[in-house]
């Protein structure tokens, strides 16, 4: 049965209707190719070019067996020592780098003198679950034994990250709690895609509209988890909706739109963090699609999520 979904915010959707020119609602195997080509996000040089930063590349050890690894370290000119977000990117778990989707986690760069470090995770479906996660965790772990030379507070270091970012964000801060560490000021999960089983009511509703609708998530978690989908292998940190507790996470901020496939999950992600005593702030943005504020960062809606997260971590560096 179709569900209608929720409106559009009018002024999103007029970015949309352009956007939907040249990449369809829906993403099929077929498409990864052209996913991997140019993208909708700034080059380093564009980011550079906006924003007075200093960025290093360094190539850290990897997860044991695979192959090293490549960070971005953003930070102001002359910095010493702020808080740190460390990043985990856009892009289905099967395209884009480090770079797509961090422009509004740069802005903490500015406003908080902070560390941003992003890391280049291996995509699937050349390198399968839990390829990335493992190559996150381990990112993670690095951004926080080198923290001072980093110029980091380690008692103010956040994961971050948005769509598949967003899951990884949720994956390796359960890792995180479930490892041993490292102890984290908390957690920002940007329009995460946390549940593999993609059967959700909102996910039945964004099917041949916004972007990336339920088939193209039917596309990256295929990609990503192959034959194991939907079997009793899968572990929580893979698909965190599976979790049977998320007891003992660090503080924890979720956004998503009311128009777009991950809102369900999202939402129930945010009560099983209530559900288990936790500290959880959600917000769903009335009329917001997926990546809204990356697609249309200039309109109303792109401005109070992006202001609103901001409040939110800086309620944070304030305790």
Do not use: C
Not at 41 to 49: E, G, I, M, R
Not at 70 to 93: D, W
Not at 109 to 122: G, I, K, L, S
């Amino acid at each position: 049965m179709t569900i209608s979904p929720p409106p559009f915010d009018p002024e999103l959707k007029v970015v949309l209707d352009v956007v939907n020119q040249s990449i369809s609602p829906t993403l099929l195997p077929e498409h990864l190719e052209a996913l991997r080509g140019p993208g909708f996000t700034k080059t380093l040089h564009q980011l550079l070019a906006e924003r007075d930063l200093e960025h290093r590349e360094t190539i850290v050890p990897g997860p044991d067996g695979a192959p090293e690894l490549l960070v971005s370290v953003f930070s102001r000119p002359g910095h010493t020592t702020g808080p740190g977000f460390f990043f985990t990117h856009v892009g289905g778990m099967i395209f884009g780098d480090r770079f797509v989707g961090v422009e509004p986690v740069l802005d903490y760069v500015d406003q908080f003198d902070a560390v941003v470090v992003t890391v280049e995770y291996r995509l699937a479906p050349e390198h399968p679950a839990p390829a990335a996660l493992e190559d996150s965790y381990t990112a993670l772990r690095w951004t926080a034994a080198h923290a001072a030379e980093l110029g980091i507070d380690p008692e103010r270091l956040f994961s971050i990250g948005g769509s598949a970012g967003g899951g990884l964000t949720a994956g390796i801060t359960l890792m995180a709690r479930d490892r041993g560490g490292p102890v984290l000021a908390g957690q920002v999960i940007m329009y995460g895609m946390l549940d593999e089983r993609n059967d959700s009511v909102s996910a039945r509703q964004i099917d041949g509209v916004g972007i990336w609708d339920r088939t193209s998530n039917e596309t990256g978690w295929d990609f990503l988890l192959g034959d194991r989908r939907h079997g009793g292998s899968l572990t929580p940190y893979e698909s965190p909706a599976s979790a049977d507790s998320l007891a003992g996470l660090p503080p924890t901020y979720i956004e998503v739109g009311s128009a777009e496939v991950f809102r369900d999950e999202d939402v129930a992600y945010a009560s099983a963090i209530w559900a288990a005593g936790g500290d959880a702030e959600l917000h769903v943005w009335p009329g917001g699609y997926h990546l809204f504020e990356l697609l249309a960062p200039d309109a109303e809606l792109s401005r109070a999520a992006r202001r609103t997260r901001g409040e939110w971590v800086r309620r944070r560096l304030a305790l």
